[in-house]
């Protein structure tokens, strides 16, 4: 499974919302967690169509979408999205 955050440097909730994956990290250490600064990669964020940040996007093992949110998660929230990759 895959976790993507699409951030930005400007952006307050993202600080919110990467603490909440590093929440998630540490009980779910098989995933893989990733964070894409909007401004350094627009080209991935583009094709992950994110339009604003925090993005959070979650991944199959195959890659494939599985769960998608607009703003920071709370803990609970980000684990029943992470259970849908399973």
Request: hydrophobic share 45%; proline share 6%; aromatic share 4%.
């Amino acid at each position: 499974m895959i976790v993507e955050l699409f951030s930005s440097a400007f952006c307050g909730p993202c600080r919110t919302a990467r603490s909440v994956l590093g929440q998630a990290a540490r009980l779910v250490p098989q995933a893989r967690f990733d964070e894409v600064d909007v401004a350094d990669d627009t080209a991935r964020a583009e094709a992950a169509d994110v339009s604003s940040t925090p993005t959070i996007v979650v991944r199959d093992d195959d890659g494939s979408e599985v769960f998608r949110a607009a703003g920071a998660p709370t803990l609970p929230q980000l684990l029943a999205a992470m259970g849908r990759a399973v």
